[in-house]
């Protein structure tokens, strides 16, 4: 969208870089479950000159000078945030979403706290507790998985846990788990011994935002949402929290964890949560489930083990192990092919995640391009022909041209 003339003369190594990659995504298919495709507006905001700005603190309280059209922003943002998901405060500063659920759990822990949430494997995220990141490292993680026929996660069993520990914090939200959520249940469960309650909601933000999911805001203490994915908007992330806990989240985002907030990347976000007030965003959510829905009942039909049996959202996770491949090969399979897709651990994996059985599937982005379930129909058949052809060079190729022609006729909005 834009000429680019001024990286042209300064830095064309640069701008052959940024030209191969705008023509990858033009001509190939995203289907990594976390990744969309912003709008020129999105863009445009992220190009200003709002990065410029140094702009520590909060409205009307910075510690620098200049900040009045800066103030006015965060305003605009915040003010469209709380009305997009009926939030009491939202803090618009974090940079992405680890640091965001690391400000959460600075507001209401200390180090060594015990806290409960869902295990890596069995669709949780990093941040939620593994060994190796920085909250199973500071904080006394135990954790709930899925039930092992079902899929889905047993509140029996969470309660269960829940008693037994007693946990500062529950933490609810999921990076791979293709279900809805039932927020108050773990709010219940969390008054029921006074614990924080805590959801992130990164991948489905958008979906909760359009009113196609049940929003945990209005039952949660605090939660957090990257601005991208489903949302379709700026890298970065939003805290959501009940007015009593404005202080805690505030001063945990600054100056615990921040110093200058990212100001471009702001104007972005509010210029994306103006989009998601739109009519036509709830159009785009409701086609992204259905195309996901579609998705899945497709790899069923095949044969594929599809986690838990299908999906209420916008992904999946596809056990591979029956096709005769791993995740991590699938990946490289489809990626011969022009189809970008994630690998993904499957509850109680019995291989390593850098080469798991799963592969994780998701419809935002090519719902943005204007895919719908006939053509996601035949995306399934590219990837299974790929899968039971993987060896086959020619078989290959003629599917990424098939891709490629696809993705020409559904260009990009903002390419």
Same mark, same amino acid.
């Given at each position: 969208?834009?000429?680019?003339?001024?990286?042209?003369?300064?830095?064309?190594?640069?701008?052959?870089?940024?030209?191969?990659?705008?023509?990858?995504?033009?001509?190939?298919?995203?289907?990594?479950?976390?990744?969309?495709?912003?709008?020129?507006?999105?863009?445009?905001?992220?190009?200003?000159?709002?990065?410029?700005?140094?702009?520590?603190?909060?409205? @009307?309280?910075?510690?620098?000078?200049?900040?009045?059209?800066?103030?006015?922003?965060?305003?605009?943002?915040?003010?469209?945030?709380?009305?997009?998901?009926?939030?009491?405060?939202?803090?618009?500063?974090?940079?992405?979403?680890?640091?965001?659920?690391?400000?959460?759990?600075?507001?209401?822990?200390?180090? @060594?706290?015990?806290?409960?949430?869902?295990?890596?494997?069995?669709?949780?995220?990093?941040?939620?507790?593994?060994?190796?990141?920085?909250?199973?490292?500071?904080?006394?993680?135990?954790?709930?998985?899925?039930?092992?026929?079902?899929?889905?996660?047993?509140?029996?069993?969470?309660?269960?846990?829940?008693?037994?520990?007693?946990?500062?914090?529950?933490?609810? @939200?999921?990076?791979?788990?293709?279900?809805?959520?039932?927020?108050?249940?773990?709010?219940?469960?969390?008054?029921?011994?006074?614990?924080?309650?805590?959801?992130?909601?990164?991948?489905?933000?958008?979906?909760?935002?359009?009113?196609?999911?049940?929003?945990?805001?209005?039952?949660?203490?605090?939660? +957090?949402?990257?601005?991208?994915? +489903?949302?379709?908007?700026?890298?970065?992330?939003?805290?959501?929290?009940?007015?009593?806990?404005?202080?805690?989240?505030?001063?945990?985002?600054?100056?615990?964890?921040?110093? @200058?907030?990212?100001?471009?990347?702001?104007?972005?976000?509010?210029?994306?949560?103006?989009?998601?007030?739109?009519?036509?965003?709830?159009?785009?959510?409701?086609?992204?489930?259905?195309?996901?829905?579609?998705?899945?009942?497709?790899?069923?039909?095949?044969?594929?083990?599809?986690?838990?049996?299908?999906?209420?959202?916008?992904?999946?996770?596809?056990?591979?192990?029956?096709?005769?491949?791993?995740?991590?090969?699938?990946?490289?399979?489809?990626?011969?092919?022009?189809?970008?897709?994630?690998?993904?651990?499957?509850?109680?994996?019995?291989?390593?995640?850098?080469?798991?059985?799963?592969?994780?599937?998701?419809?935002?982005?090519?719902?943005?391009?204007?895919?719908?379930?006939?053509?996601?129909?035949?995306?399934?058949?590219?990837?299974?022909?790929?899968?039971?052809?993987?060896?086959?060079?020619?078989?290959?190729?003629?599917?990424?041209?098939?891709?490629?022609?696809?993705?020409?006729?559904?260009?990009?909005?903002?390419?």
């Amino acid at each position: 969208m834009f000429d680019y003339k001024n990286i042209h003369s300064e830095d064309p190594a640069v701008l052959e870089i940024i030209k191969k990659e705008t023509r990858r995504q033009s001509e190939e298919m995203e289907l990594i479950a976390s990744e969309n495709y912003v709008s020129k507006a999105v863009l445009e905001a992220m190009a200003t000159v709002l990065t410029n700005k140094y702009s520590e603190g909060y409205i @009307g309280h910075r510690y620098y000078g200049g900040n009045q059209m800066i103030d006015e922003m965060e305003s605009l943002a915040i003010e469209r945030a709380k009305k997009l998901f009926n939030a009491e405060h939202v803090n618009v500063q974090p940079l992405s979403g680890s640091p965001a659920n690391a400000a959460v759990y600075m507001a209401f822990l200390k180090p @060594g706290d015990k806290v409960l949430g869902l295990k890596l494997d069995h669709g949780g995220h990093l941040s939620h507790g593994h060994p190796v990141n920085f909250s199973g490292m500071l904080y006394n993680f135990t954790q709930y998985e899925v039930d092992v026929k079902t899929g889905r996660i047993d509140m029996a069993k969470v309660r269960e846990i829940a008693l037994r520990e007693k946990p500062k914090m529950i933490v609810a @939200g999921y990076s791979a788990y293709s279900r809805e959520v039932e927020w108050e249940k773990f709010k219940e469960i969390a008054d029921k011994i006074g614990a924080f309650t805590f959801a992130d909601i990164a991948h489905t933000a958008g979906l909760i935002a359009a009113g196609e999911m049940v929003n945990p805001v209005p039952f949660f203490d605090v939660v +957090t949402t990257t601005t991208h994915k +489903t949302l379709r908007g700026p890298r970065g992330a939003i805290i959501m929290c009940k007015e009593k806990f404005v202080k805690l989240v505030d001063r945990a985002v600054f100056p615990g964890m921040q110093g @200058g907030p990212h100001e471009h990347i702001i104007a972005a976000k509010a210029v994306a949560f103006g989009e998601a007030l739109k009519p036509e965003f709830k159009q785009y959510a409701k086609q992204v489930m259905a195309n996901a829905k579609t998705m899945a009942e497709e790899f069923t039909k095949l044969g594929y083990q599809v986690i838990s049996g299908g999906t209420d959202n916008h992904l999946m996770v596809v056990d591979m192990t029956n096709k005769g491949l791993s995740g991590k090969e699938a990946e490289s399979v489809l990626d011969r092919c022009g189809i970008s897709v994630s690998r993904s651990t499957i509850p109680n994996d019995p291989n390593p995640p850098m080469n798991p059985s799963g592969v994780r599937f998701g419809t935002p982005a090519i719902t943005t391009r204007g895919l719908g379930q006939e053509e996601v129909k035949k995306v399934v058949t590219w990837i299974n022909a790929a899968i039971e052809h993987k060896e086959e060079t020619e078989v290959l190729e003629k599917i990424r041209e098939e891709v490629k022609e696809m993705c020409l006729k559904f260009p990009i909005p903002s390419i």
